[in-house]
């Protein structure tokens, strides 16, 4: 059996995995939600705590060192590179954890609980608009889930979670949730910088 007739079968279990991926872009975006009538119709996504929310501001950090000679990005919004990569100076991953909340990674470190998931995030340009979607550990999506009013972090009233009928959400009751369309805004960046030094 020579290598070539090893390697061909293989590239042919590969092939579907590798088409999926293709129709993924790398590119920046911002996202929206859609859900028309709703109180979260056309709120911007916002990370903050390591979470996400609809509404509210983006929480974001730059060392004074840095500040000072006024080298720090905007960082007054959230904006996604290559599907599931805050736009940040440091590697700060998005996954879902296993509650079923998107999260993101602190800056300085690595660590996500185990069981976390951190694939089948796509962002797929459109003209106009594009779309953002999940669809790991049965997930339909993405969904709004509200929080109390003590439990706002920087206004945002909903957490995002992967739209899941398990999920652990604030409330304790799925149904409480709203499922939108997570719409895509291309986002180009200004002298060649991320988004922000950190998310925090």
């Not at 009538?37 to 056309?42: C, L």
């Amino acid at each position: 059996m020579t290598f070539l007739t090893t390697l061909i079968p293989l590239l042919a279990l590969l092939t579907p995995t590798l088409a999926t991926t293709a129709n993924c872009s790398t590119g920046s975006f911002t996202v929206m939600s859609i859900r028309s009538g709703s109180p979260i119709q056309y709120l911007p996504l916002t990370a903050a705590d390591t979470n996400f929310y609809l509404g509210g501001t983006t929480s974001t950090a730059c060392p004074e060192s840095v500040a000072e000679y006024d080298a720090c990005p905007p960082g007054n919004e959230t904006v996604i590179d290559y599907s599931n990569y805050l736009s940040s100076d440091y590697i700060q991953e998005i996954y879902v954890d296993p509650t079923g909340a998107l999260k993101f990674v602190e800056a300085h470190t690595t660590y996500m609980p185990t069981g976390a998931s951190t694939s089948t995030f796509c962002y797929t340009p459109g003209t106009t608009f594009g779309h953002w979607t999940y669809t790991g550990l049965g997930a339909t999506g993405f969904m709004a889930c509200p929080v109390d009013e003590d439990e706002e972090v920087n206004g945002g009233a909903y957490q995002v979670f992967a739209a899941m009928a398990n999920a652990t959400v604030p409330s304790g009751d799925v149904s409480d949730c709203l499922g939108f369309d997570a719409v895509a805004v291309e986002w180009v960046s200004t002298g060649g910088s991320a988004a922000a030094w950190q998310y925090d």
